[in-house]
C-alpha cells in the first residue's frame, strides 16, 4: 500500500504536469478489459518527470510496476498495490537518420509498436512488416522480444535507452540485452525502458505494402481480433505450437466463467463477457493441465499476471 504522506509526495510531483490518479481501474487500460484499481497510477508528461518518478518512489521503497498498451497482461481483480507507471505517448513521432546505408529510427517507449511499424513501412523501410499487427507499445515489445509471422525485435533493434531502479540513465546495445524467445534481462535487472534506436534497411515500397496488407489479412482471419484478450496466451512450446496442442486436447471453446478459449484461435484467451481475473487463471490452468496429461507438453503462459 501506499500511504497517505507518500500519496502527498507524488501529487506534489505531478501538480504542474502529468497524470495523478488514486485508486485508478486497470480494466480501463488494459486490452483483457480485466482488472481491479492501482492505489497510484501515473502518466509521467515527459523523460525528465518519469526520471524524477523513480528517483522518488526508489527513495521512498515504494513498489511500483510499468504498464506499457495493456495488451499482454492480467491484472489481479483486487487490483494492484503500489503505483502503476503508464507509458502512455500518443504524440511522439519517430525520428529517421541515414547512417551507414541504412535508417535508423530513434522512438520513445510509449510509442506505439504497430504505430512506429506502419510508418517505417509507408517510408519504404523493410524489417519492421511483422510488428504493424502487435498491440503494444515499443518499450513492451523490446521487454519480451516481442514477434510475429517470422520476426522478431532482437532482428533490427540497435540500443536502447533505460532508466535504472534508481532513476539513473543507461544506453546499452542491443546485444547486452540478451534478447531470445519472449525474453530479455531488463526485467531482473529492473531496467525501464525509456527510447530505443532501430537500424532498417531500405526496400521496395509496393513489396513492403503488400507484405503488411497480407499479414493484416492473415490477422484478421485466424485471431478473435473481436474480443478482448491479452494476446496469444501461451509462449510456444519447442517443437510445437501452443494452440494446435490445445486444440488437440478437446478444449476449443471451453469456458470457465466469462473467459474462453477462442473458438477461431485456441492460442488464445478471449473475455467473452464479464470475465474477471480468476476466470481466466482458473482458465489457464486447465488447460495447462488437461494439455499435460493429453500430450505430455507443459504449457507455459506468455501473458503476464500484474498485482
Not at 34 to 63: C, F, K, N, W
Not at 82 to 90: A, L, P, S, Y
Not at 123 to 138: F, H, N, Q, S
Not at 181 to 191: A, F, G, K, L
Request: hydrophobic fraction near 40%; proline fraction near 4%; include cysteine.
Amino acid at each position: 500500500m501506499v500511504s497517505e504522506k507518500q500519496k502527498q509526495l507524488i501529487g506534489s510531483l505531478y501538480s504542474c504536469k502529468g497524470i495523478f490518479r488514486e485508486n485508478e481501474p486497470m480494466a480501463a487500460h488494459t486490452t483483457f478489459r480485466i482488472g481491479g484499481p492501482a492505489d497510484v497510477y501515473l502518466v509521467p508528461a515527459d523523460e525528465e518527470q518519469l526520471a524524477e518518478t523513480v528517483r522518488l518512489l526508489h527513495s521512498e521503497g515504494m513498489r511500483w510496476q510499468i504498464l506499457g498498451n495493456g495488451s499482454n497482461v492480467l491484472v489481479a481483480d483486487e487490483g494492484i498495490r503500489g503505483v502503476v507507471i503508464h507509458m502512455e505517448d500518443k504524440k511522439s513521432v519517430p525520428q529517421y537518420r541515414a547512417e551507414g546505408g541504412l535508417t535508423l529510427a530513434s522512438v520513445t517507449a510509449g510509442m506505439s509498436l504497430s504505430g512506429f511499424a506502419r510508418d517505417a513501412c509507408d517510408r519504404g523501410l523493410a524489417d519492421m512488416e511483422y510488428a504493424t499487427g502487435i498491440p503494444g507499445t515499443v518499450g513492451g515489445g523490446i521487454v519480451m522480444n516481442a514477434g510475429a509471422y517470422g520476426g522478431e525485435i532482437v532482428d533490427s533493434l540497435r540500443e536502447v535507452s533505460l532508466l535504472t531502479k534508481e532513476g539513473k540513465r543507461l544506453v546499452l546495445p542491443a546485444k547486452e540485452l540478451k534478447l531470445s524467445y519472449r525474453y530479455s534481462v531488463i526485467p531482473e535487472n529492473e531496467y525501464l525502458v525509456t527510447g530505443a534506436t532501430f537500424a532498417l534497411r531500405e526496400g521496395d515500397r509496393e513489396a513492403i505494402r503488400a507484405k503488411v496488407l497480407e499479414l493484416s489479412a492473415k490477422r484478421r482471419e485466424k485471431q478473435p481480433l473481436e474480443f478482448p484478450s491479452a494476446g496469444s496466451t501461451f509462449k510456444r512450446p519447442e517443437g510445437y505450437f501452443a494452440g494446435k496442442l490445445i486444440q488437440d486436447s478437446d478444449l476449443r471453446g471451453y469456458a470457465v466463467g466469462g473467459a474462453q478459449v477462442s473458438e477461431k484461435h485456441c492460442g488464445f484467451v478471449i473475455n467473452r463477457g464479464g470475465a474477471t481475473c480468476a476466470d481466466v487463471k482458473a482458465l489457464i490452468a486447465d488447460v495447462q493441465r488437461i494439455v499435460l496429461e493429453k500430450t505430455g507438453v507443459k504449457l507455459e503462459p506468455e501473458v503476464k499476471f500484474l498485482s
